[in-house]
């Protein structure tokens, strides 16, 4: 992990950013989030249903288990960053990623990110992956990031692929 990395993880701790583990409850906070995320960087806005449809599926008696987690990073109770984890096996994955324009200075997607990780490797899934995002349906930009942390050091962050160009 970058230095720079582990500053703005430390300085959001600092800044008083709080992560919170949340669940269907918490959709609307997610979506406002999501919905300006979009807005700022031209990506296509799916409905809250998909986003509902996400967070309700239930995988626990299938070959491959998954638990969706909705986590929401805040300060002083406003909502900064957001983000979909799915631990399955021994993985987490980023699925979705939201955050405000506002007290951008706070760091709260690093805190947000960090929170992930611990959560991810005290489920016994010390892999954690960033899948994709999209600006349209018929278009995806992909970003595969592999984060392996394991009980001996931090998290080891390494760039696996980067397919697209981001305009």
């Known amino acids: 992990m970058k230095r720079k990395t582990r500053y703005n993880i430390g300085l959001s701790k600092r800044k008083e950013i709080i992560v919170r583990e949340t669940g269907i409850e918490a959709i609307d906070i997610w979506y406002e989030l999501y919905k300006e995320t979009a807005i700022r960087n031209r990506l296509f806005v799916n409905d809250v249903k ?11 008696d299938t070959r491959s288990p998954a638990k969706v987690k909705l986590l929401i990073a805040e300060y002083q109770g406003k909502p900064l960053a957001a983000m979909f984890l799915v631990i399955s096996g021994h993985r987490g994955s980023y699925l979705y990623g939201a955050s405000s324009s506002l007290h951008r200075n706070k760091m709260a997607t690093y805190a947000l990110q960090w929170e992930a990780i611990c959560i991810s490797k005290n489920a016994d899934a010390p892999n954690m992956i960033c899948l ?31 397919v697209g160009i981001i305009h």
């Open 132 to 162: 994709a995002f999209r600006r349209h349906p018929t278009q995806t930009t992909h970003c595969m990031v592999f984060i392996n942390s394991n009980r001996d050091s931090a998290a080891k962050c390494i760039l696996l692929s980067v």
């Open 50 to 60: 998909y986003f509902r449809a996400v967070l309700e599926a239930k995988t626990d």
